[in-house]
């Protein structure tokens, strides 16, 4: 079965190099999937959960937006940042979750309100990768 060749860097360091089925990305317009043989594509990514499907197993990262680029079976993500379920600091996401909101309750110019939101939103992402792992290794327990 044909793969795709994924690459996740980060400006601090490579994040993940392997074979997937499967890469599905947090999009400006949504969730996308990219599967082998897709299309030549560049496109920005959204802070959110990136999930990588190899031989029907998901694992979640929590990606603080950037670009993807798919050429020739290969695709690169470029993130701002990105973090494994089990690196994630639940307690560190849940104070910036936080802070975000509180934030966006006062009044606030359009780049201090796409600031909050932007930190909301990889806060979000960060506590939902975290929380499924803690539900996956729930599920092994039972
Ligand atoms: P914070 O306000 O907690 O710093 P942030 O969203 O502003 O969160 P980023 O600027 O996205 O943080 O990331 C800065 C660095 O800290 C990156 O290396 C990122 O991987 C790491 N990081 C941020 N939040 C967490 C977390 N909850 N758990 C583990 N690493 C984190």
């Given amino acids: 079965m ?15 190099t392997g074979e997937v089925d499967a890469l599905i990305a947090p999009g400006t317009v949504g ?6 043989h897709h299309a030549a ?11 990588l499907r190899v031989g029907g197993q998901e ?16 695709v690169i993500v470029l993130a701002d940042a990105a973090e494994r379920a089990d690196d994630i600091d ?4 849940e104070a910036a979750m936080k802070r975000a909101q509180e934030q966006m309750r006062r009044p606030l110019t359009g780049p201090e309100q796409a600031a909050a939101e932007a930190a909301l939103r990889r806060s979000l992402a960060r506590l939902r990768v975290s929380e ?11």
């Fill in 90 to 93: 639940s307690a560190r996401a």
């Fill in 59 to 74: 694992t979640f990262m929590a990606i603080s937006g950037g670009f993807l680029e798919v050429l020739d079976d290969k």
């Fill in 2 to 16: 044909a793969t795709l060749k994924l690459e996740i860097v980060t400006a601090e360091s490579p994040v993940f």
């Fill in 41 to 51: 594509l560049m496109t920005m990514l959204e802070p959110g959960e990136l999930c």
């Fill in 31 to 36: 969730q996308f999937t990219v599967l082998p």
């Fill in 132 to 142: 499924r792992r803690k539900k996956k290794r729930g599920d092994r327990i039972t």
